[in-house]
């Protein structure tokens, strides 16, 4: 506890896991820029938002989870769900698309409300529940479409809403945009955001602040689900059709993302900026190595190998980055003390 | 005493961390067959003395002398060789083994893949301990074990180490005073063996009845090494604090007025708490006294809605409540200074005005919306109040004092704005500057009409602060005595339960 002045220093702190994630992202563009094929140009750049922005939304709202110290494995299958209910609504029954998505997103609004039932009415780690829902909702919706069956031949304004520009940038970045500015209100400027802080960090503590655990905590996995509903419905649009296995492995992109930008997985800090910036450097490696088909590497074509490289490549980038970030921490704590060391005029009241 | 042997000399011992100076010349010295009180503030260096001692810390300049030779390079380990052990207020036993396998790890270092001897194992363990007077088996599983026995077992493995200076580090902290008289005899036991033991503790009547000399130590200084009986406890508490501590407890200054608090047969299945009755006015500090157990703090997370009451009833201002969780409480003006500062009281990785603001968001921040300048002013203000020692608002509450933690915990309730302000153990681990600024914030309050329950082991403490006192067992309510008629005698001997007691009620069914 020999921390002298400890509000600086935290966002200091912070600021340099985000500094990190700042050059990881720049040393992306550099070395997509020189190996791939026009990896800056206009229509790419917007492709990697238009491709990737399902996890984005995920890693969104899979922050506030992490932040109470639990987790959400079941996104990915919850968009398997939502979209396959979406496309059946459309489909089966002439509902509009905008009032289907409506559906999607209760639906999996429904969906995170169970999850929260059982983990915090019940008591049942995050981790397991969301397990058993993982395979529960992607059971469901193979069992909605017989396996195999597939909804297409939507309306072109819906479709729109996936592959249409709107003031020159993808139409769903904006909703993207909406999510972020809301999300961020909601963890760092409301009374809920804070209420999970205390969560994650020492719940019985919280509990003994008046702070309901339950209320807070099972929201954070119902705004989870709609989300992922919502994310659902943008696949789809983009997709063109709704399939039971839209969205696998969706989820632990999401919590990629979140670790990276810095969050604690143990719950208590985090921030969104940082899960932004998780989300926009494994978003550029993604597409980065799709393009560099042009070039060989040990001879053989990349092409054929760019989806297992970019699964490889996105763990290196994870265990990188925090392996970076503890180095930092024990850089800056090491030259704080040398700091200390050199101005002992003001001796800290503290021991 | 003064051709003893000298088991541990220490002098000039200096230790820094950064820019804090821990340790700024400490000379200390134990002597075979001696029981050795080290005394001071938190934040005096008592730890970081100790963590010299056992090899934790090496100090920056200064000479450690064991048993005679001088000791230039001390780790853990060579500590351990050397017959030094301590033993902490929370016992670091393994709680999924039994006490033999504990004490069987404790003494020998075998290869990693050796064959245990479990007889022998089993055999030494019940020497050890029989020879402590502990009625302990050693097939025990230690998490099966009370907080004092998992004490004693300490004290066994460092026993059977072989070690000549034994540490404790404030061993009583957690336990009952029945328990304490068992530790001072096994302690006065070690002692008439020759072993030499420091002993550190907050309380002094402990370090009256045991210790034969006293070290106290002041802001990383030791000021002066006394025959125990050379001092009065004015004396001490003065060399701790290096100022004139007038009077210990402040007086009380109000006359109770109306009731706010009225529980009528209030029991609770679940915690044990049977048929309690009680009432608490408005300015006056009901004490309530009783063994570890007793079910004080039980009641206090009935009143707090942690587990509710299964039949009774509570009123508050005369209206009947129901209290269903704490926010039922919150709501009704019920405030909860939970007895674990650290897993309860504060959130030690959030800031001071975090923690102040955790209990009334609502009122606070009515759109929900944070209003950070409403958060701080609040703060900034409660530092000033209250006198939290902290760098500012911004402080996480775990770079803070167990004192001004404590007061923070306390800001937190006062910010809500309570009629009932329950406090458990409002003092425990706090050190006496701390102590009695938190006395006279208690009565302050209730001088200010707040009804204030106060739950505490510390005898003293509730004699001194008490209007009334309530003596709890076994989770009845079994004495309400007038806080000036009060005695601790009669007190503890209705706690114990063994008592000539008439003012005694609801034996049948105790437990």
Same mark, same amino acid.
């Given at each position: 506890?020999?921390?002298?002045?400890?509000?600086?220093?935290?966002?200091?702190?912070?600021?340099?896991?985000?500094?990190?994630?700042?050059?990881?992202?720049?040393?992306?563009?550099?070395?997509?820029?020189?190996?791939?094929?026009?990896?800056?140009?206009?229509?790419?750049?917007?492709?990697?938002?238009?491709?990737?922005?399902?996890?984005?939304?995920?890693?969104?709202?899979?922050?506030?989870?992490?932040?109470?110290?639990?987790?959400?494995?079941?996104?990915?299958?919850?968009?398997?769900?939502?979209?396959?209910?979406?496309?059946?609504?459309?489909?089966?029954?002439?509902?509009?698309?905008?009032?289907?998505?409506?559906?999607?997103?209760?639906?999996?609004?429904?969906?995170?409300?169970?999850?929260?039932?059982?983990?915090?009415?019940?008591?049942?780690?995050?981790?397991?529940?969301?397990?058993?829902?993982?395979?529960?909702?992607?059971?469901?919706?193979?069992?909605?479409?017989?396996?195999?069956?597939?909804?297409?031949?939507?309306?072109?304004?819906?479709?729109?809403?996936?592959?249409?520009?709107?003031?020159?940038?993808?139409?769903?970045?904006?909703?993207?945009? #909406?999510?972020? *500015? !809301?999300?961020? =209100?909601?963890?760092?400027?409301? /009374?809920?955001?804070? $209420? +999970?802080?205390?969560?994650?960090?020492?719940?019985?503590?919280?509990?003994?602040?008046?702070?309901?655990?339950?209320?807070?905590?099972?929201?954070?996995?119902?705004?989870?689900?709609?989300?992922?509903?919502?994310?659902?419905?943008?696949?789809?649009?983009?997709?063109?059709?709704?399939?039971?296995?839209?969205?696998?492995?969706?989820?632990?992109?999401?919590?990629?993302?979140?670790?990276?930008?810095?969050?604690?997985?143990?719950?208590?800090?985090?921030?969104?900026?940082?899960?932004?910036?998780?989300?926009?450097?494994?978003?550029?490696?993604?597409?980065?190595?799709?393009?560099?088909?042009?070039?060989?590497?040990?001879?053989?074509?990349?092409?054929?190998?760019?989806?297992?490289?970019?699964?490889? #490549?996105?763990? *290196? !980038?994870?265990? =990188?980055?925090?392996?970076?970030? /503890?180095?930092?921490? $024990? +850089?800056?704590?090491?030259?704080?003390?040398?700091?200390?060391?050199?101005?002992?005029?003001?001796?800290?009241?503290?021991? | 005493?003064?051709?003893?042997?000298?088991?541990?000399?220490?002098?000039?011992?200096?230790?820094?961390?950064?820019?804090?100076?821990?340790?700024?010349?400490?000379?200390?010295?134990?002597?075979?067959?001696?029981?050795?009180?080290?005394?001071?503030?938190?934040?005096?260096?008592?730890?970081?003395?100790?963590?010299?001692?056992?090899?934790?810390?090496?100090?920056?300049?200064?000479?450690?002398?064991?048993?005679?030779?001088?000791?230039?390079?001390?780790?853990?380990?060579?500590?351990?060789?050397?017959?030094?052990?301590?033993?902490?207020q929370?016992?670091?036993?393994?709680?999924?083994?039994?006490?033999?396998?504990?004490?069987?790890?404790?003494?020998?270092?075998?290869?990693?893949?050796?064959?245990?001897?479990?007889?022998?194992?089993?055999?030494?363990?019940?020497?050890?301990?029989?020879?402590?007077?502990?009625?302990?088996?050693?097939?025990?599983?230690?998490?099966?074990?009370?907080?004092?026995?998992?004490?004693?077992?300490?004290?066994?493995?460092?026993?059977?180490?072989?070690?000549?200076?034994?540490?404790?580090?404030e061993?009583?902290a957690s336990?009952?005073?029945?328990?304490?008289?068992?530790?001072?005899?096994?302690?006065?036991?070690?002692?008439?063996?020759?072993?030499?033991?420091?002993?550190?503790?907050h309380r002094?009547?402990?370090?009256?009845?045991?210790?034969?000399?006293?070290?106290?130590?002041?802001?990383?200084?030791?000021?002066?090494?006394?025959?125990?009986?050379?001092?009065?406890?004015?004396?001490?508490?003065?060399?701790?604090?290096?100022?004139?501590?007038?009077?210990?407890?402040?007086?009380?200054?109000?006359?109770?007025?109306?009731?706010?608090?009225?529980?009528?047969?209030?029991?609770?299945?679940?915690?044990?708490?049977?048929?309690?009755?009680?009432?608490?006015?408005?300015?006056?500090?009901?004490?309530?006294?009783?063994?570890?157990?007793?079910?004080?703090?039980?009641?206090?997370?009935?009143?707090?809605?942690?587990?509710?009451?299964?039949?009774?009833?509570?009123?508050?201002?005369?209206?009947?409540?129901?209290?269903?969780?704490?926010?039922?409480?919150?709501?009704?003006?019920?405030?909860?200074?939970?007895e674990d500062r650290?897993?309860?009281g504060?959130?030690?990785?959030?800031?001071?005005?975090?923690?102040?603001?955790?209990?009334?968001?609502?009122?606070?921040?009515?759109?929900?919306?944070?209003?950070?300048?409403?958060?701080?002013?609040?703060?900034?203000?409660?530092?000033?109040?209250?006198?939290?020692?902290?760098?500012?608002?911004?402080?996480?509450?775990?770079?803070?004092?167990g004192g001004?933690?404590q007061?923070?915990?306390?800001?937190?309730?006062?910010?809500?704005?309570?009629?009932?302000?329950?406090l458990d153990e409002p003092t425990q681990g706090v050190?006496?500057?701390?102590k009695?600024?938190i006395?006279?914030?208690?009565?302050?309050?209730?001088?200010?009409?707040?009804?204030?329950?106060?739950i505490s082991s510390d005898?003293?403490e509730?004699?001194?602060?008490?209007?009334?006192?309530?003596?709890?067992?076994?989770?009845?309510?079994?004495?309400?005595?007038?806080?000036?008629?009060?005695?601790?005698?009669?007190?503890?001997?209705?706690?114990?339960?063994?008592?000539?007691?008439?003012?005694?009620?609801?034996?049948?069914?105790?437990?």
């Amino acid at each position: 506890m020999s921390q002298p002045t400890n509000q600086p220093k935290w966002t200091a702190l912070l600021a340099k896991h985000e500094t990190v994630l700042l050059a990881v992202i720049l040393v992306e563009i550099l070395l997509f820029q020189n190996l791939g094929r026009n990896f800056l140009a206009e229509s790419n750049v917007s492709n990697i938002f238009r491709h990737s922005v399902e996890i984005g939304l995920l890693a969104l709202v899979m922050t506030p989870v992490i932040l109470t110290g639990g987790i959400d494995l079941s996104l990915g299958s919850m968009m398997g769900l939502c979209a396959v209910v979406f496309g059946l609504l459309v489909k089966q029954y002439d509902v509009s698309p905008w009032l289907a998505a409506v559906a999607a997103i209760s639906l999996g609004a429904f969906g995170g409300m169970g999850n929260a039932f059982l983990i915090t009415r019940m008591n049942l780690p995050p981790l397991i529940v969301t397990l058993g829902t993982f395979s529960l909702f992607r059971g469901l919706a193979e069992a909605l479409t017989k396996g195999s069956e597939a909804y297409s031949g939507f309306p072109q304004g819906f479709l729109n809403l996936g592959n249409a520009n709107v003031l020159g940038l993808p139409a769903q970045l904006w909703v993207f945009f #909406l999510v972020t *500015l !809301l999300v961020w =209100l909601l963890v760092h400027r409301t /009374v809920w955001g804070r $209420s +999970l802080q205390a969560i994650g960090f020492a719940p019985q503590g919280a509990r003994y602040a008046g702070i309901s655990v339950e209320r807070n905590t099972g929201m954070a996995y119902i705004l989870a689900g709609a989300i992922a509903g919502l994310a659902a419905v943008i696949l789809v649009a983009r997709l063109g059709e709704a399939r039971a296995n839209v969205g696998i492995g969706y989820e632990l992109l999401a919590i990629t993302a979140v670790v990276l930008g810095g969050t604690s997985i143990f719950g208590g800090s985090g921030s969104i900026s940082g899960t932004l910036l998780g989300y926009v450097a494994i978003a550029i490696l993604n597409n980065g190595l799709s393009r560099i088909t042009a070039h060989q590497i040990f001879d053989q074509p990349v092409s054929s190998v760019a989806r297992e490289l970019s699964g490889m #490549l996105t763990g *290196l !980038l994870l265990l =990188l980055a925090l392996a970076a970030g /503890v180095l930092l921490k $024990s +850089l800056a704590t090491r030259r704080a003390r040398r700091q200390s060391l050199v101005t002992t005029t003001n001796p800290t009241p503290s021991t | 005493m003064s051709d003893v042997e000298k088991l541990l000399e220490l002098s000039e011992i200096k230790k820094s961390f950064g820019a804090v100076r821990a340790l700024k010349g400490v000379s200390f010295e134990l002597k075979a067959g001696e029981v050795h009180a080290l005394l001071g503030e938190n934040g005096a260096g008592k730890s970081t003395l100790i963590k010299v001692i056992t090899g934790a810390h090496a100090p920056d300049s200064g000479t450690l002398t064991v048993a005679g030779q001088a000791v230039a390079a001390l780790t853990p380990s060579k500590a351990q060789e050397w017959g030094i052990a301590c033993i902490y207020q929370q016992p670091a036993l393994f709680p999924d083994l039994s006490v033999s396998e504990n004490i069987g790890l404790r003494l020998k270092k075998s290869a990693a893949f050796a064959k245990v001897d479990w007889g022998k194992q089993r055999e030494v363990a019940a020497k050890l301990l029989e020879r402590i007077g502990a009625e302990i088996s050693p097939d025990a599983e230690v998490a099966s074990l009370s907080m004092p026995e998992q004490q004693l077992v300490e004290i066994a493995c460092a026993l059977g180490s072989g070690a000549r200076i034994v540490i404790m580090d404030e061993p009583t902290a957690s336990l009952t005073q029945k328990e304490q008289h068992l530790l001072y005899a096994v302690v006065r036991d070690l002692r008439d063996s020759g072993v030499g033991v420091v002993y550190i503790s907050h309380r002094l009547e402990e370090i009256f009845a045991l210790a034969d000399r006293v070290t106290v130590l002041r802001d990383g200084e030791s000021v002066g090494t006394h025959p125990v009986g050379s001092l009065t406890e004015a004396q001490m508490i003065q060399l701790m604090v290096g100022r004139e501590v007038s009077a210990i407890y402040p007086p009380a200054e109000s006359a109770p007025g109306d009731v706010v608090l009225e529980m009528q047969s209030v029991s609770c299945a679940a915690s044990g708490i049977a048929d309690v009755s009680l009432t608490v006015r408005a300015g006056e500090i009901l004490g309530m006294a009783g063994l570890v157990g007793a079910g004080r703090t039980e009641l206090a997370r009935i009143l707090f809605g942690i587990t509710p009451a299964s039949s009774g009833s509570i009123r508050l201002e005369g209206k009947t409540i129901s209290i269903g969780n704490p926010q039922d409480a919150i709501a009704q003006g019920i405030a909860y200074v939970p007895e674990d500062r650290r897993k309860h009281g504060v959130i030690l990785d959030l800031p001071i005005a975090h923690n102040i603001t955790m209990a009334i968001h609502r009122r606070i921040f009515p759109q929900h919306f944070l209003l950070k300048q409403a958060e701080q002013n609040l703060a900034v203000e409660m530092i000033r109040d209250l006198g939290i020692k902290a760098f500012g608002p911004e402080a996480p509450g775990g770079s803070l004092s167990g004192g001004n933690q404590q007061k923070v915990s306390v800001a937190r309730w006062l910010a809500t704005k309570p009629r009932l302000l329950i406090l458990d153990e409002p003092t425990q681990g706090v050190d006496v500057g701390a102590k009695s600024e938190i006395h006279k914030i208690i009565r302050r309050l209730a001088k200010d009409g707040l009804a204030v329950l106060m739950i505490s082991s510390d005898l003293p403490e509730v004699l001194g602060m008490s209007d009334r006192v309530a003596v709890m067992r076994g989770g009845r309510l079994v004495a309400m005595v007038d806080g000036k008629k009060a005695e601790a005698a009669s007190i503890m001997a209705a706690a114990l339960g063994h008592s000539h007691s008439d003012s005694e009620k609801g034996q049948e069914g105790t437990r």
